[in-house]
Each structure stands twice: as structure tokens, then as C-alpha cells.
């Protein structure tokens, strides 16, 4: 037992027994273990790392979450022997939990990761690809990363899609712009909206390290993908949308916003009029009448 646990154990319970309810196969009390031993922070660092060798998959499991939920970055080498784990599920998390504590060191073996027969080590492992990577690291392998991450977006699995979305991010959506138009057609609601608000981060320059907002070809054809997802059957993907081109002061949708303010929902209305008076004074016009 570390020496901080046995210093604290008269004035507070010992962790030790809810650390050994990380074992239960009852779902809820590793839950409610696991609630109370993230309260130490920080501290119980050095312990959780001693249990990542566990036998049982179920402390693996726990304990990678934990470390992914305090941050520490002494847990980093910890976390990346965990990615030789036999437990697909425990390699998950343990690349979630390093993508949470955006930890360079495991970039190599993250990359190795990105073919994985199963979705849920490729989605993770894109995911935290681009949490992870720092040019300052891994420069020289950037364009390797970068294209993982861009072949990503067309995996057959949606949710490897969102990762590879969320993780181009974190590289401004460098030269996707044409990927994440094609996106809008994808059969997943889920994915067109991620795909959505990518498109107008990339478009309104707010992605980290972004050169700034489009401008050019690029940003009329985002436009006319942005105005055609206003006729998306998806009430969150169409706000989306009717968002994106409000940051972009895309005068170009006014006549499409007209007719969704004239023929949408109550949100429809509400979302499109703000819009239009915000494009109204920045033009010097008058917003048209409003009306359902």
C-alpha cells in the first residue's frame, strides 16, 4: 500500500476497499467505487498505476478509466503498456484515457492501431490520435498521422467516422474541406451532424491553428452545402447548419432562410429570423417579415 494511504487512514477511509470493488462483475458498484476513489485525485495516482498489472479485466477496465478521468501525465507509461492488452475494451480505454491526458508519447502506437479489425480500437485510436500529436513531438510523422485521420472519414463504421472527424480538428481540417462536403450526404444523422459543425468551424476559422476563416471557391461551395442542408429532415443537423452559415455572414442563404422561416418549425423560425437580422444590419438592409 503506498505510504500516503497509510498516512491518511486515520483521519479517512482507506480506498483499499472500494479499489477491491473494482472487481465486482455488479456493474453499479465498480460505478460507485469508482465515483469515490476519483474524489482523492491526483494523490491516488501512484496506487491506481499499481493495479493496472491486475488480473482482473474489470480493474484494467476501471482503473485506465480513472487515470483518463484525473489527467495525471505520470500515468502515461502505465496506460501505454495497457495498449498491449489482450482486453479489447481495456485498450479503449486506455486510449481514451491518453487521448484525455493528450500525451505524446503515445502517438507510435496509437498510429499502429488505426487498421484494427475491431471498430472500437480504430475509433479510439483516431480519436486520440489527434489529442495526442504535437508537432513539436512529431513532426516528422505528421503527414502519416494527418492521413489516417483523413482515410478515416470514409470508414464503414459511423462511429470511427466521428473520431476521425473530431480528430481532424486538431489539425484545422487541413485540405478537408472536400471530404466534409461529400459528408453531408452520409447515411448517418449522427455523422452528418458532427460533419456539419465541421464545416463551419472550418469555414468561420475557429479549428485550433487555423490560418482563418475561408475564403475563395472553398467558401462558396461550402456555402452551397451548408444552404442545402437547411432542407435536412434533421431538426438538430438543419440549426446546425442555419448556425454555420450565420458565422460565415453567408448573404448568399438569405433567400433560403426566408422560405425556412416562412415554412419551418416553431426552432426553424426562431433560428432563421435571428440569422436574417444579423445579415440585415451587417448589409445595411431590413430583415423581411417575419411569419410561420
Keep these: 500500500m503506498a505510504l500516503w494511504l497509510v498516512a491518511q487512514a486515520c483521519d479517512r477511509p482507506s480506498p483499499e476497499e472500494d479499489i477491491g470493488l473494482l472487481k465486482s462483475r455488479q456493474a453499479h458498484l465498480r460505478e460507485q467505487a469508482a465515483g469515490r476513489l476519483v474524489r482523492y485525485g491526483e494523490k491516488i495516482v501512484p496506487r491506481l498505476i499499481e493495479e493496472t498489472d491486475s488480473g482482473y479485466t474489470t480493474v484494467r477496465f476501471e482503473v485506465a478509466r480513472l487515470l483518463g478521468r484525473i ?11 495497457l495498449l498491449e492488452d489482450k482486453s479489447a475494451n481495456v485498450w479503449q480505454m486506455a486510449a481514451w484515457a491518453l487521448g484525455e491526458i493528450r500525451a505524446p508519447e503515445a502517438v507510435p502506437r496509437l498510429l499502429e492501431n488505426t487498421g484494427s479489425v475491431s471498430k472500437g480500437i480504430r475509433a479510439e485510436a483516431i480519436r486520440s490520435l489527434g489529442l495526442c500529436y504535437t508537432d513539436s513531438a512529431w513532426r516528422c510523422i505528421r503527414d502519416s498521422v494527418y492521413h489516417q485521420i483523413i482515410e478515416a472519414l470514409a470508414d464503414p463504421v459511423p462511429k470511427v467516422r466521428i473520431a476521425a472527424l473530431q480528430s481532424a480538428r486538431h489539425f484545422a481540417y487541413q485540405d478537408a474541406g472536400p471530404h466534409l462536403i461529400g459528408m453531408m450526404a452520409d447515411p448517418s444523422a449522427e455523422v452528418r451532424y458532427v460533419a456539419v459543425q465541421a464545416l463551419g468551424q472550418l469555414a468561420a476559422g475557429e479549428a485550433p491553428g487555423s490560418p482563418g476563416p475561408l475564403e ?18 434533421v431538426q438538430s443537423i438543419r440549426t446546425k447548419a442555419v448556425r454555420a452559415l450565420e458565422k460565415m455572414r453567408a448573404v448568399a442563404a438569405v433567400d433560403r432562410l426566408e422560405r425556412l422561416r416562412r415554412e419551418g418549425t416553431p426552432e426553424d423560425v426562431r433560428e432563421a429570423s435571428r440569422v436574417l437580422e444579423k445579415l440585415a444590419i451587417e ?9 410561420a
Excluded: K
Design 216 to 233: 475563395g471557391p472553398l467558401r462558396d461551395e461550402v456555402v452551397t452545402a451548408l444552404v442545402a442542408e437547411i432542407d435536412e429532415p
Design 283 to 291: 448589409t445595411g438592409g431590413q430583415p423581411g417579415p417575419s411569419g
Design 71 to 81: 489527467r495525471d501525465p505520470r500515468a502515461t507509461e502505465a496506460l501505454i503498456v
